[in-house]
């Protein structure tokens, strides 16, 4: 039985460490994966099919979150939540300018 009830352990379950590290990884590597959509507005000036609530969305999620890391004192939920303000960012000025 784990010292604390609460923390569960076992199969499936992943050490903290190695959570901390995945969890870091993903915001990476979803970040990379939207900078294309940045730059196909921006540069290609394409923003055909672009929805500006769904981005505002994820704008207004990534502040909330980023406030909720600062609350915490969590640097590793703050600091993606930064880079995710500014992707977002980008990309609903980019749909304004270009449209």
């Not at 969305?57 to 890391?69: E, I, N, Q, R």
């Not at 990309?91 to 449209?99: A, H």
């Amino acid at each position: 039985m784990p010292p604390n009830p609460a923390t569960p352990e076992g199969p499936g379950v992943l050490p903290t460490g190695m959570l901390t590290r995945l969890i870091g990884s993903l915001s990476i590597v979803t970040m990379i994966m939207t900078i294309p959509q940045v730059l196909t507005i921006w540069i290609g000036h394409q923003a055909a099919g672009v929805s500006l609530l769904s981005w505002s969305s994820y704008l207004a999620s990534a502040v909330v979150w980023f406030w909720y890391g600062l609350q915490k004192h969590d640097k590793h939920i703050y600091l993606p939540c930064v880079g995710w303000m500014l992707l977002d960012g980008a990309v609903i000025m980019g749909v304004l300018v270009v449209r």
